[in-house]
């Protein structure tokens, strides 16, 4: 059982890391996206060209009207299904952690009445 490698030109690494960073998208979409062997391959592609982030334009040469003029009616509408489940991916963590901070703070007010002593932090202390 051997391994076999892929090897990919820096052009190729390049773009995939200009996208990366110009999209927003998250590490394991975009090792999805360009089918990448694995997410360590692209997180050693960001660790080797970490000192080249400023220096890397976020576009690539072709023009980048051209390509919005070029996407159909499915690219469009892929893209706003994958934002709408983002967006709900964000509000329930959000949901999630107002949900975490209620219970905490509850927990401390329980330990305070239980302790009969003051937990938090006052305001006013340095």
């Known amino acids: 059982m051997s391994k076999t490698y892929q090897k990919y030109s820096e052009e190729f690494k390049l773009s995939v890391i200009r996208d ?5 998208m998250s590490k394991y979409a ?7 062997r694995s997410d360590a ?16 334009p976020l576009q ?28 709900k991916e964000l509000e329930k963590a959000l949901e999630f952690s107002r949900l975490e901070t209620l219970a905490r703070d509850l927990m401390i007010d329980k330990a305070e009445d239980y302790f009969d002593i003051s937990i938090r932090k006052k305001s006013g202390a340095k």
């Open 20 to 24: 990366y960073y110009s999209s927003g």
């Open 60 to 87: 690539s040469d072709s023009s980048n009207d051209e390509d919005m003029a070029n996407r159909s009616k499915e690219d469009y509408k892929d893209e706003n299904t994958q934002l709408k489940k983002r967006i």
């Open 41 to 56: 391959t692209l997180l050693n592609w960001l660790r080797k060209y970490e000192s080249e982030k400023d220096s890397l």
């Open 30 to 36: 975009c090792v999805r996206k360009y089918q990448l």
